[in-house]
């Protein structure tokens, strides 16, 4: 399964790193995706790479602030995330992609892994 980790209580302006290792199936070749889930709002795209790091879409809220990058020897994918805003507070979560390419549709997913919370306090 999908395990992300990496999450916390930060301060606005702060900075967090999220990862996401496979631990029952490798994903270097799939695309892969983060989204998130605010309190009582749909879950949301967040970031995405393809398989070979060379392609990444960002939601334009996040642009210029979060950097998705990925480690296929490892079977990990990160998120950087900076400038947080109380806006980002959200459960974190990864998925992997059928294909190996980027895509910012949640329907494109079908490997999702367990949240970790990212709290941002103004």
């Known amino acids: 399964q999908l395990q992300a980790s990496g999450g916390g209580l930060v301060q606005a302006g702060g900075s967090l790193r999220l990862s996401c290792k496979a631990s029952d199936r490798s994903t270097s070749n799939n695309g892969m995706g983060w989204f998130r889930q605010a309190p009582g709002k749909d879950r949301e795209f967040v970031a995405a790479m393809s398989w070979n790091g060379l392609s990444t879409s960002y939601a334009n809220s996040v642009k210029g602030r979060f950097v998705i990058s990925r480690d296929n020897a490892k079977n990990t994918v990160y998120l950087q995330m900076n400038s947080l805003k109380p806006e980002d507070t959200a459960v974190y979560s990864c998925?992997?992609?059928?294909?190996?390419?980027?895509?910012?549709?949640?329907?494109?997913?079908?490997?999702w892994g367990q949240g970790t919370l990212v709290t941002v306090s103004s």
């Open positions: 998925a992997a992609s059928r294909g190996a390419y980027s895509s910012t549709s949640q329907g494109s997913y079908n490997y």
